[in-house]
């Protein structure tokens, strides 16, 4: 299988399971607490691993005991965590998370306090020895960097960018991506309602990339090599238990497939059976679920 590098970020995530989601100033008991790895780049790794792949994740990480959380799931899924850089202070970003039973929808308070992972510290790794490099769209200045130096060194290397949230010129990034995956809050922020309509204006700036844009229950919407607009439907589940990290599972699946060769067409639609199936289960832990 491939040999995949995702660069971004990993979490702690406290993850709190209430019956309905609190109204404000409401005080509600938590039926379950867990305590365990997140994070948009190690989440999408988990499942490529488990599709088979060769994964290695680049990221920081402070020296304190919340770091153990963390490295231990990840070396649980075979991720080469060779490139990670671990600081002595700080605290590693953690997530406080309210998961409602009633409709499996998740709210976030995220706290951090630890420096991103440099470019100084990506120039260290071998990019030869991988099929695929994925980069969370944040750290824009250094990311910028890690990008410049894949296209100069390895400008072949197939390259995707999660485009999540509408940060001040991340529009920068575009240039070097050949997959742009973008979130239904950024083509909102943008001010487009319907996905189909939002990648047809990005379309019309100039790039060369693939791109995809997920929206919920109205499924995902794609741009392929030829310009044309492709959808998928979503694919329901009986009953929606966890979305925390289901767009996550989608860029794992994109990834999954167009490494292997398959088209976007092939690749939208097995991307979206994989995160529909995984809002009906808790957790990342999809074995049986793949196929």
């Known amino acids: 299988m491939a040999r995949i590098l995702a660069v971004g970020n990993a979490t702690l995530d406290i993850i709190n399971h209430v019956d309905t989601y609190p109204h404000e100033d409401q005080e509600v008991r938590a039926q379950s607490q867990q305590r365990c790895r997140g994070g948009n780049a190690t989440n999408s790794l988990v499942i490529l691993?488990?599709?088979?792949?060769?994964?290695?994740?680049?990221?920081?990480?402070?020296?304190?005991p919340d770091a153990e959380t963390i490295t231990s799931e990840l070396r649980?899924?075979?991720?080469?965590?060779?490139?990670?850089?671990?600081?002595e202070h700080g605290k590693v970003p953690?997530?406080?998370?309210?998961?409602?039973?009633?409709?499996?929808?998740?709210?976030?308070?995220?706290?951090?306090?630890?420096?991103?992972?440099?470019?100084?510290?990506?120039?260290?790794?071998?990019?030869?020895?991988?099929?695929?490099?994925?980069?969370?769209?944040r750290n824009l200045p250094q990311v910028k960097?890690?990008?410049?130096?894949?296209?100069?060194?390895?400008?072949?290397?197939?390259?995707?960018?999660?485009?999540?949230?509408?940060?001040?010129?991340?529009?920068?990034?575009?240039?070097?991506?050949?997959?742009?995956?973008?979130?239904?809050?950024?083509?909102?922020?943008?001010?487009?309602e319907d996905p189909g309509e939002f990648l047809r204006y990005m379309s019309k700036q100039g790039l060369s990339a693939q791109m995809s844009c997920t929206w919920g229950e109205m499924g995902a919407h794609g741009l392929n090599k030829q310009g044309e607009i492709l959808h998928v439907p979503a694919f329901?589940?009986?009953?929606?238990?966890?979305?925390?990290?289901?767009?996550?599972?989608?860029?794992?699946?994109?990834?999954?497939?167009?490494?292997?060769?398959?088209?976007l067409d092939t690749a939208l639609t097995e991307a979206s059976r994989l995160a529909g199936k995984?809002?009906?289960?808790?957790?990342?832990?999809?074995?049986e679920e793949i196929s």
Request: charged fraction near 20%; charge should be negative.
């Open 278 to 287: 995984k809002c009906g289960i808790y957790g990342l832990h999809i074995g």
């Open 145 to 192: 960097l890690m990008l410049e130096r894949m296209r100069l060194e390895q400008p072949r290397l197939p390259c995707s960018i999660e485009v999540e949230k509408p940060r001040e010129g991340i529009e920068q990034l575009f240039a070097y991506a050949d997959v742009l995956m973008f979130s239904r809050d950024f083509a909102r922020h943008h001010g487009y």
């Open 76 to 87: 649980q899924y075979q991720i080469d965590l060779s490139a990670v850089h671990t600081l």
């Open 49 to 64: 691993s488990q599709l088979g792949h060769d994964c290695a994740w680049a990221g920081t990480l402070a020296a304190e």
């Open 236 to 263: 329901p589940v009986e009953a929606v238990v966890d979305t925390l990290g289901a767009g996550d599972v989608f860029n794992a699946g994109l990834i999954d497939q167009l490494v292997r060769g398959h088209d």
């Open 94 to 137: 953690t997530s406080y998370v309210t998961l409602s039973r009633s409709s499996g929808s998740r709210t976030i308070v995220h706290f951090r306090d630890l420096p991103e992972y440099h470019s100084e510290h990506f120039a260290k790794i071998d990019l030869q020895h991988f099929d695929w490099v994925h980069f969370e769209g």
